[in-house]
């Protein structure tokens, strides 16, 4: 079955987001999403209401972006939030505990808590499960094509995400997948071969881009290909 996700997105929940977890959930249906994690940072109760709400065609996975002793984290599939603060080690073994995968988000991002801007974190992308080989809130430099370039080193899968902070930014990155995505193993196997489909979501608050063209891109051409030995970059 093919699905459409978006592996990072926040609520009200978030300190720095305003958009309830309704009208998340409504964009995202609205735009031909089929899978949204919501990862809220520190917390899980928006994740939660944004299940809730979700409408048939729409499943939210219930996720946290969690900023640990050395840089953000994402955790999909929990039941109890995971506490922040701890070394990045002891919090991917509480995310296992719950039967949950991990991701490293905008890895390389100078501007946030990037886990592998610190070349002495590096060595935790042995122990996740993805990275994100492009974020659409990194703007400028070389952050995602790094990204790209670490998950191909390791053998990862490189996903796309919107890390929306608003309800214009929801879906504006995303994945498209063949598999069933309800269980954390179905979902790591549908990531090992994904076409990631890029938007900026600057250009779309600055209205250079229609939001609807980049919607559009789930049931158009414009997509790229993942695998560990092609090439995603900065689109």
């Not at 996975?61 to 599939?77: M, R, W």
């Not at 929990?78 to 905008?106: D, F, K, N, S, Y």
């Not at 499960?129 to 990862?156: I, M, T």
Request: hydrophobic share 45%; aromatic share 4%; charged share 20%.
């Amino acid at each position: 079955m093919r699905a459409f996700i978006d592996l990072h997105c926040h609520t009200s929940a978030s300190f720095d987001c305003l958009a309830s977890p309704q009208s998340v959930v409504r964009a995202a249906a609205r735009r031909g999403l089929t899978h949204l994690a919501i990862t809220d940072h520190d917390k899980i109760d928006g994740a939660l209401r944004a299940r809730d709400a979700a409408a048939g065609g729409l499943t939210v996975i219930v996720g946290e972006e969690v900023k640990t002793a050395d840089g953000d984290l994402i955790a999909l599939f929990l039941e109890r939030a995971v506490p922040p603060g701890r070394p990045a080690t002891e919090t991917i073994a509480a995310v296992r505990a719950q039967g949950g995968v991990v991701g490293i988000p905008h890895p390389f991002d100078g501007h946030r808590g990037s886990m592998l801007k610190d070349p002495r974190h590096q060595a935790m992308g042995e122990l996740v499960d993805w990275v994100e080989a492009y974020n659409a809130r990194v703007v400028g430099g070389s952050g995602n094509a790094r990204a790209a370039a670490f998950a191909r080193e390791l053998g990862l899968p490189g996903v796309a995400a919107s890390d929306a902070h608003s309800v214009i930014e929801v879906g504006v990155a995303y994945n498209i997948v063949e598999g069933d995505l309800s269980t954390p193993s179905g979902l790591l196997a549908a990531l090992q071969v994904l076409q990631i489909v890029p938007g900026r979501a600057s250009y779309i608050v600055r209205g250079l881009t229609p939001i609807s063209k980049l919607v559009n891109r789930a049931r158009g051409n414009t997509r790229v290909p993942w695998s560990s030995a092609g090439s995603s970059g900065d689109a």
